[in-house]
């Protein structure tokens, strides 16, 4: 018999209590300035900081509010009101913001490591959580340290899921209430999780059929919590934006979802399935999903955990690689939640490699274990090397041309000044000034042409409003917005501060 001793207790909370401090530095240390603030972390700064000083759940131009612009629908309310209130009580900042983030990124991650537990035990977990913070380079260390709504969803999501669990132990329905409520506030707080309708239909359809652990009543009130959470959040924009504004509101927001959710481009494939290949899907994720999917026979709440989780997964990377744009962010949930699996099955591969051979088979065996430990091996090192270069980001990288151009802004610029800017990260920083920005239809129709070749007669006009000043920043410039504009005369620079170059307007057609 296996009795805990009040030694081992110590030393397990012990250790408990250093890998919450070691995640609290990863997500804290030299904050604000790794990694550099940027365009969309500014569009979710600007979203909190309106309904903050103005009541506003807007973007602000110098033309007046956008009302539920469509950024704040991409970045929903799940991680707009936690940050307004975080405003509202510690001030406006980048860094309150962050340490808002760093919250949740501890949040995520313990919830991560008790439902990894769970399923495959302590060891396996600690190898999934290993497989988390290292891999993709852009994923949970970088997403966990800005003020977007990855990784707040990403704890809503596991939230839902330890639900999940209680529910198949208990059969209760508030398990079931719970578990809908906070899958419906990552479907609120980033759009991506309308996956999980589909999965959890099929689930539900799966526990009635064969599983019969929750029961169909339970299943109805998960997902149709789930729903109502969306039927509130598009009550609430309906109220928002008014009846006569709402069909427009819906018909910007599907617009805007042809070009990055449902664009359906088979020139954007092949570079989805690339991204997934160089940054360690298959070797560090699949085999985990593989191994699961063998286990979802299992008639009981953890068979049925695993069926939903894999389901999920191989549904997120069908979406990816077919139906997305591609971003690499995109793909950020399908490594978290499937990192859940990796632990268990590396352990897998571990026990079959110290399994004694088959002596009328000991030549094929051998030769299989031998390959087993080399890709044991590789994954090792690929993982090491990869976690070692993000902890060196963390420890060495500092960018703060942002603060420095948001200050130079403050210094020397007249706060009535119209600025012409596509940098909303600047907002953030330099609140105080008065700005132009492009309209959200560009964003759209500058990722048709830079993704699918798709090249828009439009042209866009930055005198519309008369500004004194431009800002040509990593975004506009990685966009080409302002460059041909910038190439006939128009301005003259001032002062350049990194990927920042301001320009004095010097003719103005207006």
């Known amino acids: 018999m296996n009795v805990e001793t009040p030694t081992r207790k110590y030393f397990y909370k012990t250790l408990f209590a250093a890998g919450i401090a070691a995640l609290l530095f990863l997500g804290l240390y030299r904050q604000p300035y790794y990694p550099v603030s940027w365009f969309d972390e500014g569009l979710v700064m600007q979203g909190a900081t309106n309904l903050v000083k103005h009541g506003q759940y807007a973007m602000l131009s110098v033309e007046g509010f956008r009302v539920l612009?469509?950024?704040?629908?991409?970045?929903?309310?799940?991680?707009?009101?936690?940050?307004?209130?975080?405003?509202?009580?510690?001030?406006?900042?980048?860094?309150?913001?962050?340490?808002?983030m760093a919250g949740y990124f501890v949040l995520a991650a313990i919830l991560f490591f008790v439902?990894?537990?769970?399923?495959?035990?302590?060891?396996?977990?600690?190898i999934s959580m290993f497989i988390l913070l290292a891999i993709p380079a852009e994923g949970f260390i970088l997403y966990g340290r800005q003020a977007l709504g990855n990784v707040p969803g990403l704890a809503y999501?596991?939230?839902?899921?330890?639900?999940?669990?209680?529910?198949?132990?208990?059969?209760?329905?508030?398990?079931?209430?719970?578990?809908?409520?906070?899958?419906?506030?990552?479907?609120?707080?980033?759009?991506?999780?309308?996956?999980?309708?589909?999965?959890?239909?099929?689930?539900?359809?799966?526990?009635?059929?064969y599983y019969k652990q929750f029961g169909l009543v339970n299943g109805s009130v998960l997902l149709g919590t789930i729903i109502a959470c969306l039927g509130i959040w598009q009550?609430?924009?309906?109220?928002?934006?008014?009846?006569?504004?709402?069909?427009?509101?819906?018909?910007?927001?599907?617009?805007?979802?042809?070009?990055t959710v449902f664009a359906f481009q088979l020139i954007r494939f092949p570079y989805s399935v690339w991204y997934l290949l160089q940054s360690g899907f298959l070797i560090f994720i699949v085999p985990g999903v593989l191994f699961a999917a063998?286990?979802?026979?299992?008639?009981?709440?953890?068979?049925?955990?695993?069926?939903?989780?894999?389901?999920?997964?191989?549904?997120?990377?069908?979406?990816?690689?077919?139906?997305s744009v591609g971003w690499n962010r995109y793909a950020f949930e399908a490594y978290s939640i499937g990192a859940i699996f990796s632990g268990a099955g590396f352990l897998e591969m571990i026990k079959w490699i110290r399994k004694p051979a088959n002596e009328f088979a000991s030549k094929s065996q051998g030769f299989l274990?031998?390959?087993?430990?080399?890709?044991?091996?590789?994954?090792?090192?690929?993982?090491?090397?990869?976690?070692?270069k993000q902890l060196q980001?963390?420890?060495?990288?500092?960018?703060?041309?942002?603060?420095?151009?948001?200050?130079?802004?403050?210094?020397?610029?007249?706060?009535?000044?119209?600025?012409?800017s596509w940098e909303w990260e600047i907002d953030a920083l330099a609140p105080e000034m008065t700005y132009h920005h492009p309209t959200n239809d560009w964003v759209d129709k500058k990722t048709a042409e830079i993704h699918f070749?798709?090249?828009?007669?439009?042209?866009?006009?930055?005198?519309?409003?008369?500004?004194?000043?431009?800002?040509?920043?990593?975004?506009?410039?990685?966009?080409?917005?302002?460059?041909?504009?910038?190439?006939?005369?128009?301005?003259?620079?001032?002062?350049?501060?990194?990927?920042?170059?301001?320009?004095?307007?010097?003719?103005?057609?207006?």
């Open 235 to 259: 009550l609430s924009q309906f109220v928002l934006v008014g009846a006569e504004n709402y069909g427009q509101h819906l018909e910007v927001i599907r617009s805007s979802s042809r070009v």
């Open 157 to 209: 999501f596991f939230s839902g899921c330890w639900f999940f669990i209680k529910l198949g132990d208990g059969k209760m329905i508030r398990h079931a209430f719970a578990s809908g409520l906070f899958f419906g506030l990552a479907l609120v707080t980033k759009g991506q999780y309308w996956l999980l309708i589909p999965a959890l239909g099929l689930v539900i359809a799966a526990d009635w059929f």
């Open 393 to 420: 980001l963390v420890f060495f990288h500092r960018n703060n041309s942002p603060q420095l151009f948001a200050d130079y802004l403050k210094t020397n610029i007249p706060a009535n000044e119209v600025i012409e």
């Open 453 to 510: 070749g798709d090249k828009t007669i439009d042209v866009y006009d930055p005198l519309a409003y008369k500004p004194g000043y431009l800002v040509d920043g990593p975004f506009s410039k990685s966009t080409g917005l302002y460059q041909a504009f910038l190439s006939d005369g128009c301005c003259v620079q001032v002062v350049s501060v990194g990927d920042y170059t301001l320009y004095q307007v010097i003719i103005n057609d207006n």
């Open 294 to 323: 063998r286990q979802t026979h299992s008639r009981d709440g953890q068979g049925i955990t695993r069926l939903f989780l894999v389901c999920l997964v191989v549904s997120w990377v069908i979406w990816f690689t077919v139906a």
């Open 369 to 388: 274990k031998l390959c087993l430990v080399s890709f044991l091996a590789v994954i090792l090192f690929l993982g090491s090397q990869n976690f070692y």
């Open 69 to 100: 612009d469509q950024p704040l629908i991409a970045n929903g309310p799940g991680i707009i009101l936690p940050l307004s209130a975080v405003f509202t009580f510690f001030g406006i900042g980048l860094l309150q913001a962050r340490i808002l």
């Open 115 to 126: 439902i990894t537990s769970r399923l495959y035990g302590n060891i396996a977990a600690v």
